[in-house]
């Protein structure tokens, strides 16, 4: 006859551990899930920004950020239906959509549109050997489009739209596979660049594209194993 003081005994029926929890689910996910921009801040925050740029400090930073703006100008951009190869290209195509969430300036907006554009015109299979130029592909839209959501026509958000949700689901299902070198160990950097973006892809097109709501759910299961290790 076991004690009070004796440990509980666990059987085999509740010897499973607790399903974790559903961020998509929570009360913070669905009140973004309603608002533009979403991802790098709320439209108060980004009206709080806009009247501190005449600061030294936010003026050097809007400075710079005008500078990394131009240079995007100057890489050649990828053609369309070619694969995402340069990852340099591909994290700098949301320089001008922040650009011009601080500015808006008309001729920012046309570079911040036909950046995200270029970029959703190129090929949507997955090339394995690129994972770091699709991690950031995914993370640079998904900024671009929250930022330019309402800027965009009907077509244009329809262009983005299926490119991400194609290309999402080559290269989740690239991911999930273990036996590829950067979805095998989580605490390697290419596996959590991955999940970035796959994550704010998750957020950044919820309800636009099907498969965004579990892409989140998969990120933050990751990056709950990741704070563990």
């Known amino acids: 006859m076991p004690s009070a003081a004796d440990p509980p005994r666990i059987t085999r029926a509740d010897s499973h551990p607790p ?12 009140e973004a899930a309603t ?10 925050e980004l009206k709080e920004i806009r009247s501190r740029l005449s600061r030294p400090v936010e003026a050097e930073m809007l400075a710079r950020l005008r500078h990394a703006s131009r ?9 369309p239906g070619q694969p995402i190869t340069d990852r340099e290209y591909s ?6 959509a922040v650009l011009f969430a601080l500015t808006r300036e008309k001729d920012v907006l046309a570079q911040a549109k036909e950046t995200a554009l270029t970029l959703a015109r190129c090929a949507r299979e997955f090339t ?11 993370t640079a839209l998904a900024w671009s489009y929250d930022l330019l959501h309402d800027e965009l026509n009907p077509p244009e958000r329809g262009a983005v739209v299926d490119f991400v949700h194609e290309f999402g689901v080559n290269f989740l299902s ?15 950097n290419h596996c959590q660049v991955a999940w970035t973006g796959a994550g704010l892809a998750g957020l950044g097109f919820l309800e636009e594209v099907e498969p965004a709501r579990e892409w989140a759910q998969w990120a933050h299961r990751i990056y709950r194993a990741i704070a563990w290790l």
């Open 19 to 30: 399903k974790p929890p559903d961020p998509t689910r929570s009360v913070q996910f669905a």
């Open 35 to 44: 608002r533009r921009p979403r991802l790098l801040c709320t439209a108060e």
């Open 71 to 79: 240079k995007h100008l100057e890489c050649p951009p990828p053609l």
């Open 91 to 96: 994290s700098a195509v949301c320089f001008p």
């Open 128 to 138: 394995p050997a690129r994972d770091l130029s699709a991690s950031h592909a995914l």
């Open 174 to 188: 690239q991911t999930l596979a273990p036996i590829n070198y950067w979805s095998g160990c989580l605490l390697q």
